[in-house]
């Protein structure tokens, strides 16, 4: 991908990343988001009225609104580079290549799912595509994804590791610990800021009076920029750039990257904090229907193959959940495996 775009430079505060006319994305690129987010939207979609239905527990964050961030990244990204997240995961194996069916039975709890049903949905680990988990705790995947970061230059790849959280997550005081040692390190992290305006229901005006979230590694002088969230090519290009840097030795950037979901905080959410005006305000930018917009106009598909493309979500969501169902419930023994992690140091210290 990297070949086939170049990122604009630019300075902290501003909005950088919004969709450049000038840069050309090729149709397979443009066919691929619109596919992918639309299997993220319809999942989360079956997600939403399952859990209604209590076929599964706990709690259920979904990711309806937000598509472009994850789908922008993961085009941008190589196959070697790490992801960890909060519990707002879902979407991000999908964007990463896994299948939905084994998110799908994990919300379920079923042994066949991303972490064999012992997660949930807060908790999506996915080894083979470098999914490094959704995390429950606040903020907690902060200083890890600068750990994985330092253990990248350490091994001497220049893999890179993005860290991604939500506008609440930024007020724990990791965050500030984290941003020091990475910018002091030049660790290869990006920091990405999923910022859809709101923590669980209070807004980020309520929360601070530093608004503009880029500024948050101004003391740190780390690369801080506002990316339109709505938009797959906007993240892309904030990400390649992005990336750039921390391959090249010059370490972290914070993305501040503004989204919006259309769903409350979790299912138990009623929303009573935001007006439906402001939600429909948003769906007009909606991202899938950005990307649709594109591939009509330039004709890369026609009517008949974006249906067929529609068609292969629903089967796919279908059999998500028919995977999920069928599958068994984790063996009781389960519980005493994967607690601890096998020894495997490639030297032993003698006492």
Not at 112 to 122: D, E
Not at 302 to 322: C, P, Y
Not at 330 to 341: G, H, K, Q, T
């Amino acid at each position: 991908m990297a070949s086939e775009t170049k990122a604009k430079k630019s300075t902290p505060g501003k909005l950088v990343a919004t969709a450049d006319k000038k840069v050309k994305f090729s149709k397979e690129t443009y066919v691929k988001w619109y596919e992918d987010m639309l299997v993220m939207r319809k999942i989360e979609e079956k997600a939403g009225q399952l859990y209604l239905q209590q076929k599964f527990g706990g709690f259920c964050h979904l990711y309806i609104g937000q598509e472009a961030v994850v789908a922008g990244t993961a085009s941008a990204c190589r196959p070697g580079d790490k992801h960890i997240t909060a519990y707002r995961d879902h979407a991000h194996p999908i964007a990463l290549g896994v299948h939905p069916k084994y998110m799908m039975a994990e919300l379920y709890g079923r042994s066949t799912g991303m972490s064999k049903g012992k997660g949930g949905s807060m908790h999506m680990f996915h080894k083979e595509s470098n999914l490094m988990g959704g995390h429950g705790i606040v903020g907690a995947q902060i200083p890890m994804g600068a750990g994985i970061a330092f253990a990248e230059k350490y091994l001497g790849t220049d893999n890179v590791c993005f860290a991604s959280m939500g506008d609440g997550a930024v007020r724990q005081g990791a965050l500030h610990e984290t941003f020091n040692m990475a910018m002091l390190w030049k660790l290869p992290v990006i920091f990405i800021v999923e910022n859809n305006n709101y923590a669980m229901g209070t807004s980020v005006e309520r929360t601070t009076n530093v608004t503009d979230l880029s500024k948050l590694g101004a003391s740190y002088e780390m690369p801080s920029f506002n990316v339109d969230g709505m938009s797959c090519e906007a993240v892309h290009l904030a990400i390649e750039e992005a990336c750039e840097r921390a391959r090249r030795g010059d370490g972290p950037t914070l993305l501040n990257i503004m989204t919006y979901r259309y769903k409350g905080h979790s299912m138990s959410d009623p929303q009573k904090y935001r007006t439906k005006e402001e939600v429909e305000e948003y769906k007009r930018q909606d991202p899938i229907e950005q990307v649709l917009a594109t591939i009509r106009a330039n004709k890369y598909l026609s009517e008949k193959e974006i249906e067929a493309i529609e068609q292969k979500v629903d089967a796919i969501v279908e059999e998500s959940v028919k995977f999920a169902e069928e599958s068994p419930l984790p063996d009781p023994s389960e519980l005493y495996n994967d607690v601890y992690a096998e020894p495997n140091y490639p030297y032993i210290i003698e006492y």
